[in-house]
């Protein structure tokens, strides 16, 4: 991703200077343990300490020769350290390193987007609240349905989101893991103390059984968290572009000033930050399906996967903390238009209270076929015609039989349909 899109939180993250800082914080750890062990002299674990360092720019210059990523960074270290670096990477291969430092990066990383995703609840139930008496229409099939709240609306996302939380946790910790166990997973060069401890110091539970990598299981149960969170965003923005249609305009994200809309038509206001939040979220779910892949490695380890993650867990995670970040100022700068909502709510003359009237003729005794195809009569009448739904069934005898025209006063008032919205708002608080 472009650096600009991307918060420096998280371009820390994904820094060469902060991977190879987490491989140097694995390798001296591995050190202090063999000099416990009595295989590195004190001295030497000393000189470790104080003289290992680094320099990205020398490590691409070896890398460019060897061709291989950690040689370099060993390399890099032994030119500071001198003689005692024979005993740094002592027994350990280079996914030793590589794949516990790559969890250590998953977790700050996602640390953040849970930080995020917290905020977004946040302002989602904040909102959810102030807009809890905020009668609009509900559609099913992009059809009017029947009133709810735009409260409810919000409520309803703070849950998803909620949810979402909860996989990214799971998926925290289930990336979690580290792994020194050496080439095939056997510890047949270094002592399994060394994984334990190693493991603990860096807050890691050290895996159970590994090849010469951590399984991608992991990897792939994580991004699949990120992929779920990215189709909520997905679903969350595409609502509000739907709203914010000139024909609706029920809701429009922010348009700051300055901010222009069109090249050509100067009057443009459009939804470019929810557009931004649908397109980006294809890719997040397409990394999802490439992390499904990397899963079956041939034997106790290929190198397939290593290429693709270079991509999909950085990118993953830096699309969906730039989403997050965009989607929580959206909901908090997001303008609400009580007045369209109303005047969409009544554009079908009251078409919507075509259940409650079922349901009263049903009351009054007729079967629900008969009831169902006299409401439905008027209903069709109404839609082809424009007219008054309630002034149509006061003038149809039939109706007329069965239901006075109090009865469908109280039949077609707004208030029916919101008068569970504080129940539903103290049970989800419970």
């Known amino acids: 991703m472009i650096d600009r899109y991307t918060s420096r939180q998280m371009r820390e993250v994904w820094s060469d200077e902060n ?4 491989w140097l914080d694995i390798e ?9 062990l009595g295989l590195i002299p004190k001295d030497a674990l000393g000189e470790i300490k104080a003289k290992a360092a680094f320099d990205t720019k020398r490590i691409d210059e070896i890398e460019e020769e060897v061709q291989h990523d950690v040689i370099a960074f060993l390399t890099s270290v032994a030119e500071n350290v001198g003689p005692s670096s024979k005993y740094i990477h002592y027994g350990m291969t280079s996914s030793d390193v590589v794949d516990t430092g790559l969890s250590l990066l998953m977790r700050d990383a996602i640390d953040l987007l849970i930080g995020q995703t917290e905020e977004l609840i946040k302002g ?10 905020t009668v609009m229409i509900g559609r099913t099939h992009g059809i009017h349905a029947e009133p709810i709240t735009f409260g409810l609306k919000l409520l309803l996302w703070s849950f998803e989101m909620e949810r979402n939380l909860k996989r990214l946790q799971r998926a925290r910790d289930v990336i979690s893991y580290g792994k020194i166990s050496g080439a095939v997973g056997t510890y047949a060069n270094i002592e399994i103390e060394v994984e334990r401890s190693v493991c603990e110091e860096l807050g890691l539970k050290p895996a159970k059984v590994s090849s010469q ?3 991608r299981d992991r990897h792939a149960e994580y991004i699949s968290a990120l992929a779920i969170t990215a189709s909520s965003l997905d679903k969350f923005a595409s609502e509000i572009r739907h709203l914010q249609r000139t024909e609706v305009r029920e809701v429009e994200e922010p348009f700051t000033s300055g901010q222009k809309g069109s090249s050509a038509m100067p009057h443009k206001r459009n939804p470019v930050i929810c557009e931004r939040i649908c397109g980006l979220s294809r890719i997040v779910r397409s990394n999802a399906q490439a992390a499904y892949e990397n899963v079956a490695l041939w034997h106790e380890r290929d190198i397939s996967h290593s290429s693709v993650e270079r991509v999909i867990v950085p990118d993953s995670t830096i699309l969906l903390d730039y989403m997050l970040r965009k989607f929580v100022y959206v909901m908090k700068n997001l303008l609400v238009y009580p007045e369209n909502m109303s005047r969409n709510l009544n554009a079908t003359g009251g078409l919507f209270n075509s259940q409650r009237v079922l349901l009263a003729l049903i009351t ?6 008969e009831a169902y195809k006299l409401v439905q009569k008027n209903a069709m009448t109404g839609w082809e015609e424009g007219v008054s739904f309630k002034e149509l069934l006061l003038k149809d005898k039939e109706v007329s039989e069965h239901l006075s025209p109090e009865e469908l006063d109280e039949l077609f008032d707004i208030n029916y349909y919101i008068r569970r919205i504080d129940e539903i708002l103290k049970r989800t608080s419970d």
């Open 364 to 369: 009054k005794g007729m079967t629900r076929e």
């Open 19 to 22: 991977k190879y800082r987490k």
């Open 28 to 36: 001296i750890a591995a050190c202090e343990v063999h000099t416990k």
């Open 124 to 133: 989602l139930r904040s909102r959810a609240q102030e807009f809890k008496d």
């Open 213 to 215: 990598v951590l399984q």
